[in-house]
């Protein structure tokens, strides 16, 4: 029996807190220390894919998703009290405690430690660092497109909060824009920047094509520096297919062959329509498909890449 199963939840047994592996229960605040723990918190969202040989998890970029984490903690000027390589062992321990049968989700995340009665958080305040962890059902194989919309809630600028830094605070701009499509009959959003220019959507960059052209928003764009996102482009360019990085035209939008979000938690999304018009023929398109299963085959380990692959063996 796992550790999962035998936790008799739909939660793992175990988090790892502040260097230690403590069971989910006992890993709690008080509730006058929530406001500030989430308004100032930074976070990372790692995925754990089950190998093919069903033995190991294989950890998707942990190095760099870590590596970001330190770069959102130090723009949002909290201290992180361990080490890079502390933390990607912090992971893997993790995982093996919790013994999960299939893909799981991890998450990292870094708040200010106790109860603070300033109406900000310092910067430099002691913080917390907590790994959690989750099952996730991949839906690589099975994506048939998402009904998207552009969304009038305008993506955070850079000189407002920095979308670079991936805080739980930014995430409440793209909740906005997926309310709004929702109450609408959309699946998700796109959303503009403060120049009228493509961003991304509410929790995932987001590319078109057009003429055989792969393009997406710059990172000056208002956009997460996506680690999917650089992964696409990555397998896109071995597969020879050509990649413009430049500010993105709402208009081009329509004229797009194909469209697809990118991200840690939606993967690879094939967008079937914007603002009510078919995105090409209203089906993942060759590029999408070509993207999806390189993605695919990587992540599982099957198609080279290992340096982006961090093995936890049961």
């Not at 190991?56 to 909290?78: G, P, Q, T, V």
Request: net charge negative; proline share 6%.
């Amino acid at each position: 029996m796992t550790a999962l199963a035998s936790a008799g939840q739909d939660h793992p047994a175990m988090i790892w807190r502040n260097g230690d592996l403590v069971p989910w229960e006992s890993a709690t605040i008080h509730v006058n220390a929530v406001g500030h723990a989430s308004t100032a918190a930074v976070f990372e969202g790692i995925k754990a894919y089950r190998a093919d040989d069903g033995e190991r998890l294989l950890l998707f970029r942990l190095h760099d998703h870590l590596r970001r984490l330190y770069d959102s903690a130090r723009i949002a000027r909290l201290h992180i009290p361990y080490d890079l390589p502390a933390l990607e062992r912090a992971v893997s321990d993790l995982l093996r405690a919790n013994e999960f049968p299939g893909n799981a989700y991890v998450r990292p995340w870094i708040f200010p430690m106790g109860i603070i009665r300033e109406q900000m958080v310092p910067a430099g305040a002691p913080c917390e660092v907590v790994i959690d962890s989750w099952t996730f059902d991949s839906s690589l194989r099975e994506q048939a497109g998402a009904q998207a919309v552009v969304s009038s809630w305008q993506r955070i600028s850079d000189a407002a909060m920095p979308p670079r830094v991936k805080a739980f605070s930014n995430y409440h701009n793209g909740r906005f824009a997926l309310m709004e499509a929702r109450a609408s009959g959309h699946d998700w959003p796109v959303m503009l920047n403060s120049r009228h220019k493509v961003a991304e959507g509410p929790g995932a960059c987001i590319a078109l094509v057009r003429d055989g052209v792969v393009v997406t928003p710059s990172l000056t764009s208002d956009v997460l520096d996506g680690i999917t996102r650089d992964t696409s482009l990555t397998l896109l360019a071995e597969q020879g297919v050509p990649v413009e990085q430049r500010e993105v035209d709402r208009s081009e939008l329509y004229l797009a062959d194909e469209m697809f979000f990118m991200g840690t938690a939606w993967e690879i999304l094939p967008i079937a329509s914007i603002d009510g018009l078919p995105v090409g023929a209203g089906v993942p398109g060759p590029v999408t498909k070509t993207l999806t299963a390189a993605y695919d085959g990587v992540v599982h380990g099957r198609a080279g890449h290992e340096q982006w692959l961090t093995a936890v063996s049961r």
